[in-house]
């Protein structure tokens, strides 16, 4: 059901930049990226950002589609939210030992899976704290194995395949050579919550809680730009399936890369803003968030989001790579380990995970919080708070909360810092509040939350178990 | 919040067509439109279709995307599904006296507004049997006063506002001035399936059961091309809604016109296949279901897809009409007749309908069908059927019946008709059928079937009232 592409050329031509001198870029300094002091890219020359000229063909009834106003600048478009300071990150000493040893990491990550390879999340209030944007180092982190060393002088992409003009692109090549775009995306791992799916019976992954997601602003050249330049085949020529593959070596899964893949149709479409990003917050990406380059597809569950890019091949069949079948699916629940090996379930496309599902969780009152009952606090309001996001573009409409198990809910106030893209798409998380009496806290049978999507859809009451404990959004 | 612009001139021009001269279409004759014995056109010079000229100017990496190949007769992609043929429409005897004395309809057809205007879903079980594509006679029918005589060789959509080319386009321009696209797209009222609600507590919506829903190929110009031939103008400009008008005189609404908006982006997003649809299954449009011309909307709500259209106006703010606001909303379920217009809560932006959420429907067993249990019903499984749709291209990837009220689930096999469109998009809904032993069934404490699509959202359990009784699908 799968296959992969050999390149068609054993030699890499170049691949040129538009003729045309392109101008220095206008945005203000701090909307482009900045060194950090700890930053790998030290020394290497990270070059100043640039876009390429504008097209100078453009039919003239097409143009009022390309009447781009410029980008706003996200800091200021989301200044008022930004917290992003935090404690240097530092060598850690669960680290010691591992090949990880060398990567400087927040102290506050919990980690899930033992000492290596990493996979955390910050503490669920820290999170929220922050709020909109959350700090790169406080992003939660999903590694299959130890984080390669990417050197910004020396790293290509390769785009090969079924493209007329195979390259072997630079990173100077990558930020100068396309325009660069930004979009502010909530990363969300697909086995966010699955803690909860473990307490009813174990799945086969490990305890994520409900902080298994997190908000930055990325940057980077878009796929399809990438694509186009590269001369991408047609869908006669069999060119469907656009396939990215990292750099690790990993433990498991027959010793291969990390890859998997997205269609054609997605690849190509300019609403979805998948980019080869190769900034986060304004600043390099970090080691563990796939530096100097990863691919981002807002919207879509992080395991699709290749870290530390190597090659992009355009195939006729999806990804052959075993992470792209064996992980990231969500099984119907009479499905286990032994019957979804036995009956081949990993290999049936409808259980392929992409989009995100809506989700919504409480993160006030905390886990264990206790709210004392006395004369004072049952005077006022205690206001609950949360996180809601959706898939594919879609924006929450709708948060509700209930204090008796369903029978009636509160509508909550949303907050949704977000601008959608020019084709109307949501790529974040929101945030919801509600205040309730304390008495009625007291009387409260169970209290959960559900939110809904633009599509009027909402989230199921129960658990629905799966195999690998993904997408679990029951209220 | 909502605001109309006038025309900014008071004479249009003729808007020209493209200045070579459009080649003659190449299809196979039957997927053009052929023409009823019953039908208005006669007489009235309906033209043979043809195809503008492809874009003379495409940049090169642009060039990809263009290799269209050419577009399958529907006929013969959906072929062995068709079963269009039905008995003849006839004058009514409950139409005598109305104003739509004039129109032939299918006789099976269920009224569920009294005898005017007409408010009808086929029988059930007819509907299944004539599969994939329903026969336009029997498509359900919203309509919300007396139907418009149309006129071909009169006609006009006016398409005016925030565009540089005001123009008036005739139906011979429309049909073949622009590219005729065909996409097969299934309608839903937002009413499908409220006599649920309104059996638990009384909506202020008539009784739908579960047949609110029909599949059609539609045929027509696409919109996208339509703004931009009349020089739409930009986002700065505040061309940022496109409002659609009908022809009718409605009783209600304060003696308006039919009408709604879509977004700029909606409008212009080739993904979105949104027509301005003359022919439906090969046929010119039925007086039902907009003769000459409707709005098509594929993934979204038919009270969106304006029929009889006469006006396209693009403005800043969303349409001002009646039917825009005080229809096609879910509310909260707390929200009461009185509260919505107290609180104004038919404006809050948040509860408007757009695209469909996901649902599923059992249509075998019918409702009151009786199975004898004997010893030879008992020995062979008996074949549960249903069908299942969901909104905004999004593809159904999972069908799942319980016998046990929800506490185990049978997967069922999908029968998936429909070719995506080339972003990937699925329109059209999809049959799911489950044998099951007739001795499970003797035992079944509650039947019920629940959908999933490709974003891993499913429907809640719980019916979840609102005042319109919209958009019910619990399972």
Known sequence: MAASVEPRQSSFGRLDAPATAP???????????????????????????????????VEEEEQDEEDEEPEEDWREAYGSQLQLEVEPSTRDPRDEGTADAWIDRNPSLIRLTGKHPLN?????????????????????????????????????VEVTGLVRRPARLTMDELANGFAAAEVPATLVC?????????????????????????????????????????????????????????????PGGGGSKYGTSVTREWALDPSRDILLAYAQNGEPLLPDHGFPVRVLIPGCIGGRMVKWLRRIVVTPA????????????????????????AEAWWYRPEYIINELNTNSVITTPGHDEILPINAFTTQRAYTMKGYAYSGGGKKITRVEVTLDGGESWMLCTLDIPEKPNKYGRYWCWCFWSVEIEVLDLLGAKEVAVRAWDQTHNTQPEKLIWNLMGMMNNCW
Chains 1, 2 share one sequence.
């Not at 209030?125 to 050197?151: E, Q, S």
């Not at 990804?319 to 019957?339: G, I, W």
């Open 120 to 156: 955390c999340e910050p503490p669920l209030a820290r999170l929220m704290h922050h709020g909109f944007i959350t700090p790169a180092p406080l992003h939660y982190v999903r590694n299959h194995g130890a984080v390669p060393k990417g050197d910004w002088a020396t790293w290509t």
């Open 318 to 341: 999806e990804s052959d790579n075993y992470y792209h079948f064996k992980d990231n699916r969500v099984l119907p629940s009479h499905v286990d380990a032994e019957l979804a090996n």
């Open 23 to 57: 101008p220095a870029r206008n945005g203000s300094s701090n909307g482009g990226i900045r060194r950090r002091a700890d930053s790998p890219v030290r020394g290497c020359g990270f070059p100043p950002l640039i876009s390429p000229p504008r097209k100078a063909i």
């Open 190 to 250: 697909a086995g966010n919550r699955r803690k909860e799916q473990n307490m009813v019976q174990q799945t086969v992954g490990f305890n994520w809680g409900a902080a298994g997601v997190s908000t930055s602003v990325w940057r980077g050249a878009r796929l399809r730009e990438v694509l186009l330049r590269c001369g991408i085949m047609s869908r006669k020529g069999q060119a469907l399936n656009v396939c990215f593959e990292g750099a690790e070596d990993l």
